[in-house]
């Protein structure tokens, strides 16, 4: 069993997001969770990457975002803050990211998300790459992480052993669908949050550069901080 003890949400792909006690999951994930992003003139979407789809920004981890009812809210790396609804906020992100011409836009035609659209990590095994990286500043906003759950003295990398299988946490269903692999973005410092330059060669070499896992909603509903995790996993089904 697992009990929820963390809930993020991220506006804005690739910023700092807020902490939520709930969220309302749909089937694209949390509601309003990287429903926006930073678009270059190609269409790629700012990332700690470069994909057919992202394109790497540096210093983009260095924003963060909020709502203000259903609008984002940036925090610029010196503090200022700037509506999306502001014509500011393009010019503004690309004179400070150095990158001409991207704008603050809302998810169209293509997804925002890496790979899935929630992202899980537990508390044990949080504490197994503590124990490997002495003097880390770690926690699971290094990790982007949508759903913290306290597993307790679970064994380690726990989550891992749900891929393929559908977990009930309070009146949420979730498939999990395959473990996350992590990108240079967990190194990055993140909030108060210093660098850990070796992070990533840490899970390179003791978990092949994967941590946590994605999953996507079987069965929507609100979760809360607090919602228990089912006894167990069930199989998959037929819908």
Known sequence: MGVVAALWRYPVKSMAG??????????????????YAVRD???????GKNSDRFRRMPGL??????????????????GREIRGDDPRV?????????????????????PHHDEAPVHLVTTSSLAWLAERTPGVALDERRFRANVLLDTGPAPEL????????????GEVELE?????????????????????PGLLKTLG??????????????????????????????????P
């Open 61 to 78: 981890h260095t924003f963060a975002a909020r709502y203000d009812h259903d609008v984002p809210v940036v925090t610029f790396p010196d």
């Open 90 to 110: 393009h010019a503004e992100l690309a004179t400070s990211l150095t990158f001409p011409g991207v704008e603050l836009a809302k998810e169209a035609g293509l």
């Open 41 to 47: 003139p190609d269409g790629k979407f700012g990332s």
């Open 158 to 169: 726990a989550e891992n052993a749900w891929v393929g299988e559908r977990v009930r946490i």
């Open 176 to 196: 999990i669908l395959r473990e996350a692999f992590r990108c240079v973005m967990v190194g990055l410092p993140c909030d108060e949050l210093p660098a850990a």
């Open 18 to 35: 807020e902490r939520l006690t709930e969220a309302v999951l749909d089937e694209r994930g949390l509601d309003g969770d990287r429903l």
């Open 205 to 238: 070499d003791t978990a092949g550069t994967t941590f946590g896992v994605q999953a996507r909603v079987v069965r929507g509903g609100t979760l809360h901080v607090g919602d228990v995790q089912s006894v167990g996993c069930s199989a998959p089904h037929s």
